[in-house]
């Protein structure tokens, strides 16, 4: 069972879509604490912020596909991870020492290049999202 007293590391996103370089991010979340809450923003059909106008999916398309892509990696839903809708933070701002780090992870060429840019206009090439 998901345990909310556990050291936990948070993911906050838009996920559109959720792609294998969102999936290497989980993974080394996960392997920090053992369990992640990944956020989803609230952004269907809105700005996410400055250049972050194309949100064609809604918080149940992405929570679905996230929870089934992390069950075929093997993680357990509310127990490995929970999915949480937020609103459509765009700004993240703390005063002091507040007992976390935020950190930027980097990963290999292979990763970094997945662009989910990319992936949304192959699914509008294939007539799969408007």
């Known amino acids: 069972m998901f345990d909310p007293k556990k050291p936990t590391v948070l993911l906050l996103g838009r996920w559109q879509p959720w792609h294998d370089?969102?999936?290497a991010l989980f993974k080394r979340a996960f392997a920090k604490t053992g369990q992640v809450i990944?956020?989803?923003r609230d952004v269907e059909n809105s700005s996410g912020g400055e250049?972050?106008?194309d949100n064609p999916f809604s918080y149940e398309?992405?929570?679905k596909d996230i929870a089934e892509k992390l069950f075929l990696s093997g993680y357990k839903i509310n127990k490995d991870f929970i999915i949480q809708?937020?609103?459509n933070i765009v700004n993240i701002t703390y005063g002091r020492g507040v007992g976390y780090k935020i950190e930027q992870e980097s990963f290999?060429?292979?990763v970094e290049l997945i662009s989910a840019t990319?992936?949304?206009k192959r699914l509008r090439d294939e007539g799969k999202i408007k």
């Open 108 to 110: 290999d060429s292979d």
């Open 38 to 40: 990944i956020q989803v």
């Open 61 to 63: 398309e992405i929570s």
């Open 85 to 87: 809708l937020v609103p």
């Open 118 to 120: 990319k992936i949304r």
């Open 51 to 53: 250049g972050q106008d």
């Open 21 to 23: 370089g969102h999936l």
